[in-house]
């Protein structure tokens, strides 16, 4: 059974740190391109970073800067650290896993960004 599990997630004040993870299962983590997208309330879901299998990274222009996408094969874990958050970064932040044809989702996680 596939499964694609984040955390990470919560409450944080502006101008403040996030590391979100998300933990693979089902299926062979290492050869899949991994994505964090994120969607806030009344707006599209929208990519946020990418890691392909061999580790080459993508970022949003949005995000460029403050976001970092990292993977660790032996713990199937893709992780995604946000700096200096702002409020227009709350939004439910979703890993996405493809490879061909093959699409998995999670559930997502929440982060909100308030004083």
């Known amino acids: 059974q596939v499964q694609l599990v984040e955390s990470g997630g919560g409450l944080v004040q502006p101008g403040g740190s996030l590391r979100l993870s998300c933990t693979a299962s089902?299926?062979?983590?290492?050869?899949?391109?991994m994505r964090w997208y994120r969607q806030a309330p009344g707006k599209e879901r929208e990519l946020v970073a990418a890691i392909t299998s061999a580790g080459g990274t993508t970022y949003a222009d949005s995000m460029k800067g403050r976001v970092t996408i990292s993977r660790d094969n032996a713990k199937n874990t893709v992780y995604l650290r946000i700096n200096s958050l702002k409020p227009e970064d709350t939004a439910l932040y979703y890993c996405?896993?493809?490879?061909?044809?093959?699409?998995?989702w999670g559930q997502g996680t929440q982060v909100t960004v308030s004083s």
């Open positions: 996405n896993a493809q490879k061909s044809n093959y699409n998995y």
């Open positions: 089902g299926f062979t983590f290492s050869i899949f391109a």
